[in-house]
């Protein structure tokens, strides 16, 4: 998606709609991605599992979802928002659907295989970045992809609404009902949805634009601090029921109303961290997130004794997280170069996915019953944090200042 300079066509009317409905989109999207992780105490129950198999079936969307996001983003450079937010939201209704019937009939194999092909309602995020990108200019692109990226919280929306609504109206009906909502999202998406006035296709081939991403030295600098803040949040998001079921014995609608509140936490921080990085610069975004983390981890892994100091832990866990990507999106829009914004920001994404993919299983194969204690886990995560943090300070050189930041590349 070619990248605008700030011109008047900013001020165009409707550019607010557009982002109001691409983060509706994505909170729809996530909503979907996030719904077998929000029941994972339900399949362990009703197919069996042990921590480490409930761990890989939790973070099987998450896998697809994030490769996926490699082949959307580059697609919504040629094909763009408008038509790519219908198809990744159309394209999640059978999965969601399928899902269900692995459930019904307690079939390990389809629920994960299901949860395989639901992964592309993860990369609605893909979609969104380069798209609301369009529609602003570079001294407000870190509020306009804070804002978009607030759309995940669909992953509260699930977190909250999936275990009430299994106990309310049913396994089945559930998810007839995210499906619905994909639905309709779709096709307000497809009939009110419009392109950023200075919008061109790139017609050039897919993978060539993927190589040419993948030269580019920021990409694969912001990919490893995307993994650690994004992927932190994911992880969190995926694995927060089951961690809270298995630490501090809550049932499935108490674990799912404390991991809406964790998710909404990160939520609320991603915008502020777009907008701080607009205002600050988004290396002290960021390094302040990293530094935050760490040591949050740190506190986790202490098992704070008491909802209240637990509670308060998690959420500013979640805070830290989600100010570091927004502020990380942030950098991406300020460095990606003219054209590229959608093929850098789908790798980008990516690998945050990723980010969040593997330390679901870590923390299920880590588990030690007799403590209950996920210490190993936890403790690789103020190491990766603290890794990140050094990595920000020496090896992301330049100005801290968002407009004239290109150097760091």
Known sequence: MARIESSPTFASAGRTLNLVLATAASAAGFWAWNSVATLGAFYTQNLQLNPATTGVLVAMPVFVGSLGRIVVGTLTDKYGGR????????????????????????????????????GIA????????????????????????????????????????????????????????????????AALVWFLMKESPGWTRNNAPMLPKLLDAART?????????????????????????TYLRDVYSFDPSGAGARTAGFALAAVLARPVGGVLADKLGPKLVVV??????????????????????????????????GLGAGGVFAWVGVL???GKVGSISGVVSAAGGLGGYFPPLVMGATYDAATNSYSIGLLLLVATALLALIFTLLALRGPVNRTVAADVS
């Open 336 to 338: 990606a170069p003219p």
């Open 83 to 118: 038509a790519m937010f219908t198809f990744v939201l159309l394209a999640s209704i059978l999965p969601i659907l399928l899902v269900s019937v692995g459930g019904l009939l307690s079939s390990f194999a389809l629920v994960l295989g299901a949860g395989l092909l639901l």
């Open 122 to 185: 993860g990369t609605v995020f893909a979609v969104g970045i380069p798209f609301v990108s369009g529609w602003y200019g570079p001294s407000r692109r870190g509020f306009a992809t804070g804002v978009f990226g607030a759309g995940m919280g669909g992953t509260a929306l699930a977190a909250f609404l999936n275990p009430r609504l299994v106990a309310g109206i049913g396994y089945f009906p559930t998810h007839l009902l995210i499906a619905g909502v994909l639905a309709v999202m």
């Open 217 to 241: 030295p920021v990409t694969w600098k912001m990919c490893f601090l995307y993994a650690v803040v994004f992927g932190g949040f994911v992880s969190f998001a995926t694995y927060l029921p």
């Open 288 to 321: 302040v997130s990293l530094a935050a983390v760490a040591v949050l981890a740190w506190m986790v892994n202490l098992q704070p004794d008491g909802e209240v100091p637990a509670g308060l832990t998690f959420v500013a866990m979640a805070a830290a997280l």
